[in-house]
């Protein structure tokens, strides 16, 4: 099971929108609705800001938003502001009933 | 409040085996499906195992050969067993709780802060 493709890196300015995407395949990210995505500060444990595709946890910012299309789900940020500079990495379950994460991506705010 | 705490060796010499505990408080481990998860330096997390207390349990492929994962209810902890490590295996080991939809699993939360292990002579 490979790892889900990510882009490296994403850059925006502050007040900007970037949008990460996480190309899957029909076993995983197309064959059910079960993406999640994770917010990584260095030296912190990762932080679950969109599961289930398009919901957030009680306390996650509204400007994270989830959605996905055939086999590849997408990450919008909007409003993006300093403190959203981190690795963020999707998660999906598969159809071998194993999971598998994104490459990942680094954002950086310019 | 959930709360997971791991605790490992620091330290592995290379061909040992690994052994990690992940401490839960503020929910029986009877309840739910639990993961462990790795970060090793520079690079991308990576899903090392899952396992519920009734045992249904499934393995990364590419580490299935070499490791164990079990669920201890009378202790509330889950462990993890790496056999013949390498510098590969070098990381930040992190236990999570994971959401389901009876097998099917959905996400994880909440994350342990993690534990580093290096493997080294």
């Known amino acids: 099971q490979s790892a889900l493709t990510q882009p490296a890196s994403v850059s925006g300015s502050p007040g900007q929108s970037i949008t990460i995407s996480c190309t899957g395949s029909s076993s995983d990210v197309g064959a059910f609705n079960y993406v999640s995505w994770y917010q990584c500060h260095p030296g912190k444990a990762p932080h679950l800001i969109v599961f289930d595709v398009t919901d957030r946890p009680s306390g996650v910012s509204n400007r994270f938003s989830g959605s996905k299309s055939g086999n590849t789900a997408s990450l919008t940020i909007s409003g993006l502001q300093a403190e959203d500079e981190a690795d963020y990495y999707c998660c999906s379950f598969t159809t071998s009933e194993i999971l598998v994460f994104g490459t990942g991506t680094t954002v950086t705010v310019l | 409040q959930v709360q997971l705490q791991e605790s490992g060796p620091g330290r592995v010499k290379p061909s040992e085996t690994l052994s990690l505990t992940c401490i839960v408080s503020?929910?029986?481990?009877?309840?739910?499906?639990w993961s462990w998860i790795r970060q090793s330096p520079g690079k991308g997390l990576e899903w090392i195992a899952y396992?519920?207390?009734?045992?249904?349990?499934n393995y990364n492929p590419s580490l299935k050969s070499r490791v164990t994962m079990s669920v201890d209810m009378p202790k509330n902890q889950l462990s993890l067993r790496l056999t013949s490590v390498t510098a590969a295996d070098t990381a930040v080991y992190y236990c999570?709780?994971?959401?389901?939809?009876?097998?099917?699993?959905?996400?994880?939360?909440?994350w342990g802060q993690g534990t580093l292990v290096a493997v080294s002579s």
């Open positions: 999570a709780r994971v959401e389901s939809l009876f097998t099917d699993l959905r996400w994880f939360d909440p």
């Open positions: 396992s519920s207390y009734t045992g249904n349990t």
């Open positions: 503020g929910v029986s481990v009877t309840n739910y499906y």
